[in-house]
C-alpha cells in the first residue's frame, strides 16, 4: 500500500518563500507529482520527480530523495495568488495516489 | 486544446437515489480517470480506464457505482442507491499514457455532489 503525510496548513507572507514537506511510503515507485489545487477548483499540474535531486520551474522548485521517501516543493516570491491547496501525490506501478494536501495561506 | 469537459457541474440528491456524471477526456487521451475527493482531502481514485478496459477499479464501491467507456472515449460514472457519505466532487482526469514517464493526468473542473 501507499501513506502519504504532508502538513495539513501552512501560513507565509508574500514575498517570502516557503517549504511544504511531503513523506512517503510506498510499495512501487515511479515519481512523485506536485499538483496546485484552488479552492473550488481542479487540481493543476506543478512538478514532477522520479530521481533525486531538484527539479526547478520559475518561482517553484521540486526535491526528491527515493532514500528517504521524502520530497519538497519550495514556492520563492510568494504572491497571494499562491494561496492554494498543494497535493503530494505518489505513483506507484498504475495508480497515483495523492496525499491529503497541504493548505497554503499568503497573507499581505 | 480543450479540456476535460465535465457535466453536471453540481447536482443535490436525495439519498437512496440515483445519479450519472458525464465526462469527456482531451482529445487523444487513452488513459482517464475517476477521483473522489470528499472535502478537506486528496482525490481518491475510483476507477481508471486503459481506453475502454478497466485498469484498476479496486477502491470503486462495485454495489453502488458504476462506470462505462464505451467507445474509449467519453465516460459516465453512476452512483445507485446514493448515500449521504457520497457527498463529494467527483474529478475526472485524463492523461496520454499511464505508465511510467511525467504523463501528467489532466484534471476536469469536477462535479460537486450533494446528498441529503
Known amino acids: 500500500g501507499q501513506n502519504i503525510d504532508q502538513p495539513t496548513e501552512m501560513t507565509a507572507t508574500e514575498g517570502a518563500i516557503v517549504q511544504i514537506n511531503c513523506t512517503y511510503q510506498?510499495?512501487?515507485?515511479?515519481?512523485l507529482f506536485w499538483y496546485q489545487q484552488h479552492a473550488g477548483e481542479a487540481p493543476t499540474f506543478l512538478s514532477y520527480?522520479?530521481?533525486?535531486g531538484l527539479e526547478e520551474k520559475g518561482r517553484f522548485s521540486s526535491f526528491l530523495s527515493r532514500s528517504k521517501g521524502y520530497s519538497y516543493l519550495l514556492l520563492k516570491e510568494l504572491q497571494m495568488k499562491d494561496s492554494a491547496s498543494y497535493l503530494c501525490a505518489v505513483k506507484g506501478f498504475q495508480k497515483l495516489v495523492f496525499g491529503t494536501g497541504t493548505r497554503l495561506l499568503v497573507s499581505p | 486544446e480543450a479540456g476535460v469537459a465535465q457535466s453536471p457541474r453540481y447536482k443535490i440528491i436525495e439519498k437512496r437515489q440515483s445519479v450519472a456524471f458525464w465526462c469527456n477526456p482531451i482529445?487523444?487521451?487513452?488513459?482517464l480517470y475517476w477521483y473522489q475527493q470528499i472535502l478537506g482531502q486528496g482525490p481518491k481514485l475510483l476507477i481508471q480506464f486503459q481506453n475502454n478496459g478497466v485498469v484498476d477499479d479496486s477502491q470503486l464501491p462495485k454495489d453502488r457505482f458504476s462506470a462505462e467507456r464505451l467507445k474509449g472515449v467519453d465516460s459516465t460514472l453512476k452512483i445507485q442507491p446514493a448515500k449521504l457519505e457520497d457527498s463529494a466532487v467527483y474529478l475526472c482526469a485524463s492523461s496520454s499514457q499511464t505508465s511510467g514517464g511525467a504523463y501528467e493526468q489532466y484534471f476536469g473542473p469536477g462535479t460537486r455532489l450533494t446528498v441529503t
Open positions: 482529445s487523444g487521451h487513452a488513459t
Open positions: 510506498t510499495s512501487g515507485f515511479n515519481g
Open positions: 520527480n522520479v530521481l533525486d
